[in-house]
């Protein structure tokens, strides 16, 4: 049980365009969802925390109007990357977490972002 | 207050050997330390996590020791095996504020030779 996935896996997307990241939990609700940002071999660093049915909380740096993050359901949280461009380039990993059931994290399988 | 410091940045070991991995906090709000593997382009993985009421955990081949005097933890993997290659994150979270949300340390690659 408490499987995440994301979709897509991978996206190669052209400067100025936007992409839409999904992530859903399988076989739980999930409350909270978090979306975290990762560059090669460096640690995951959190970019925001969302819970379903309300604005999502963006990290210090961070820009709202860039990152897009949307809780709409119980098992889906989508980010979308605005007019992306090559320093956008990461992985991008979503987590989930169950209310009332501890502080443990279910992380998805990433999204690889590269932007030409 | 909110890092979490880890060490060794990489380590190699044989197979057989057994890697240790250490972190140490000083948010004193902490209650929850889990740690994850990562191989490449994968998302991390749920290893073991420990809270401080105790000192010690085990799950298999991976132990999980814990200091909270010193606010240290450490991980030991027994009998590593060339598949154990991958990164190794500790983390650390509280239950309230800005404690809540998992801080990760820097993280520790790992190679396992034959």
């Known amino acids: 049980g408490a499987v995440v996935s994301q979709h897509p896996s991978r996206v190669i997307c052209k400067s100025g365009t936007s992409v839409k990241i999904e992530c859903r939990s399988l076989?739980?609700?999930?409350?909270?969802m978090f979306w975290y940002r990762q560059f090669p071999k460096q640690s995951l660093m959190l970019m925001a925390t969302s819970n379903e049915g309300s604005k999502a909380t963006y990290e210090q740096g961070v820009e709202k109007d860039k990152f897009l993050i949307n809780h709409a359901s119980l098992t889906l949280s989508t980010l979308t990357v605005t007019s992306a461009h090559p320093e956008d380039s990461s992985f991008y990993i979503c987590?989930?977490?169950?209310f009332g059931q501890g502080a443990e994290q279910f992380f998805g399988p990433g999204t690889r972002l590269t932007v030409l | 207050q909110q890092q979490v410091k880890q060490s060794p940045q990489s380590l190699i070991v044989q197979k057989g050997g057994i890697p240790i991995i250490n972190c140490a906090y000083e948010?004193?709000?902490?209650?929850?330390f889990p740690w994850y593997q990562q191989f490449p382009g994968k998302g991390p993985a749920l290893l073991i996590a420990i809270r401080p009421d105790v000192s010690e955990k085990k799950e298999g081949r991976f132990t999980i020791s814990f200091n909270k005097s010193a606010k240290q933890f450490s991980l030991h993997i027994m009998d590593s095996q060339p598949g154990d290659s991958a990164t190794y994150f500790c983390a650390a979270s509280g239950n309230t504020g800005t404690a809540s949300k998992l801080t990760f340390g820097t993280g520790t690659r790992l190679q396992v030779t034959l």
């Open positions: 948010n004193t709000a902490f209650d929850y």
């Open positions: 076989d739980f609700q999930a409350t909270t």
């Open positions: 987590s989930a977490r169950v």
